[in-house]
C-alpha cells in the first residue's frame, strides 16, 4: 500500500492503472489469468472490480485459456497475477492475449520478471522473498494490489460513491493492525490444529467475497499438511458434499459476511445435526456462531469487500501448524516447486 494511499488526503493511486485508466475505464470486460494461489486472488478481484468499479470480469485458469481459442480483442484487458512472474502458463496466455491486441498488465513480486518485461503494464506487490513454497503473504500482497485498483477504477468511472470510497481507504489503512490482532491468536489456533491434525478429510466453506478464501485454506491444507480438503461456496454444500460429514471431518466455514449471515448460521446448523466439527472464522463480538461452532477464531470487523485480507490468515496459521504437527516439510512440501516454469 505504501505510496500508493493516503487516508488523511483520501486518494489511491497505482502507477500501473495510473497510466493506462482511460483505456482500462473503457474496457468492455477485464480478464484475470492466474494458477493456483494466484488465482484464488483473482476470484476474488473479479467481486472487487464487478462491485466496485461494475466492469464485466472473467477469471480463467490460464492453463486453460492458452489453449483455448479465446473471443479476444483491443477493448479488452488481460490482467496476469503471478507471484515469480516467470509461470510458464500465465506468460503463455499473455502472449496470446497480445496477438489479439487486448491490452495486458501484470501483477507481479519479483521485479524485471518475464511477465513485468512482456506485459504493457503492472504493478509490483513488493512483498520482498517468498520462500516457501506455498504462497502466504504473496496472497495478500496480491490482493491489497487488485483492491487498490478496483477503487480506482471506480472513482474513474463515478460507479464508486465518494463516501464509500473513503470508507475503504480508512478500512484499508487499518488493516496491518487488524492483522496483528489475529497473529496475537497463535496459540489458540494451535491449539485447534492439535485437536483436527489427524483429520483425511476436511471441507471450507465460504460465501461471497469468502469462497475463493475457503478455496485457498483448502489449498494450503493440502499443500503443506497433505490432508485432502475441498473449498466450496457455502450455499453448494447442499448439492453434494453434505454427504461426507459425519464426527470425523472437520468443517472449516467463514462466517464473517454480514451480508448472507443468516445463510451462513443456517450451513453451520445443518452441519451440526449431522455430527460434523464445525471451526468458524467470524466477526470479533460473534455471539451466535460463537454458540454453535465446536471451535471458533475472531477476526477485526471490517469493509465486507476487504474481509479476505484477514479471514485468510486464520486459514494460513492453521494449516502451518497442522504440518507441522504431522512432521511436514513447510517450507519445501513434497513434489512441489515455487515456480511452475514449465508444461
Given amino acids: ?15 500501473g492503472m495510473r497510466q493506462q485508466l482511460i483505456r482500462i475505464s473503457r474496457a468492455k470486460r477485464i480478464i484475470f489469468v492466474a494458477c493456483g494461489t494466484s488465482w484464488h486472488t483473482a476470484l476474488i478481484a473479479e467481486y472487487l472490480f464487478e462491485d466496485l468499479a461494475r466492469m464485466p470480469c472473467e477469471v480463467e485458469y490460464a492453463s486453460e485459456f492458452r489453449y483455448r481459442n479465446p473471443i479476444l480483442d483491443d477493448n479488452d484487458v488481460v490482467i496476469a497475477i503471478s507471484q515469480s512472474g516467470e509461470t510458464a502458463d500465465t506468460l503463455a496466455a499473455l502472449e496470446l492475449a497480445q496477438k489479439r491486441d487486448a491490452l495486458t498488465y501484470g501483477i507481479v513480486n519479483v521485479i524485471g520478471s518475464s511477465i513485468a518485461r512482456i506485459t504493457d503494464t ?55 493492525g487488524k492483522v496483528k490482532y489475529i497473529l496475537d491468536q497463535n496459540e489458540k489456533i494451535k491449539f485447534i490444529a492439535s485437536e483436527i491434525k489427524s483429520a483425511s478429510n476436511a471441507l471450507y466453506l465460504g460465501r461471497g467475497y469468502n469462497f475463493p478464501v475457503a478455496l485457498e485454506g483448502a489449498l494450503k491444507l493440502k499443500e503443506i499438511s497433505y490432508i485432502h480438503a475441498e473449498g466450496y461456496p457455502a450455499a453448494e454444500m447442499k448439492h453434494g458434499p453434505i454427504a461426507l460429514i ?49 471451535y471458533y477464531i475472531e477476526i477485526p470487523q471490517t469493509q465486507e469487500a476487504l474481509t479476505p485480507l484477514l479471514s485468510v490468515i486464520p486459514l494460513q496459521l492453521l494449516a502451518y501448524h497442522i504440518a507441522v504437527m504431522r512432521g511436514c516439510d513447510v517450507d519445501q512440501p513434497r513434489n512441489l516447486a515455487k515456480s511452475v516454469t514449465v508444461e
Wanted: net charge neutral.
Fill in 246 to 294: 459425519d464426527l470425523y471431518m472437520p468443517v472449516i466455514v467463514i462466517g464473517t459476511n454480514i451480508s448472507s449471515y443468516d445463510k451462513i448460521v443456517s450451513n453451520i446448523e445443518e452441519v451440526k445435526a449431522r455430527k460434523g466439527v464445525v471451526i468458524a472464522v467470524i466477526n470479533e463480538g460473534d455471539e451466535q456462531i460463537k454458540k454453535l461452532a465446536d
Fill in 122 to 176: 503492472g504493478s509490483y506487490t513488493h512483498a520482498g522473498p517468498e520462500i516457501g513454497v506455498a504462497s502466504t503473504k504473496a496472497f495478500t500482497s496480491q490482493l491489497t494490489v487488485l483492491s487498490l485498483m478496483a477503487m480506482q477504477l471506480g472513482m474513474q468511472k463515478g460507479t464508486l460513491s465518494q463516501t464509500r470510497y473513503v470508507d475503504l481507504i480508512n478500512a484499508l489503512e487499518s488493516i496491518p
Fill in 1 to 15: 500500500m505504501r505510496g500508493r494511499i493516503n487516508a488523511k488526503e483520501g486518494w489511491v493511486s497505482v502507477g
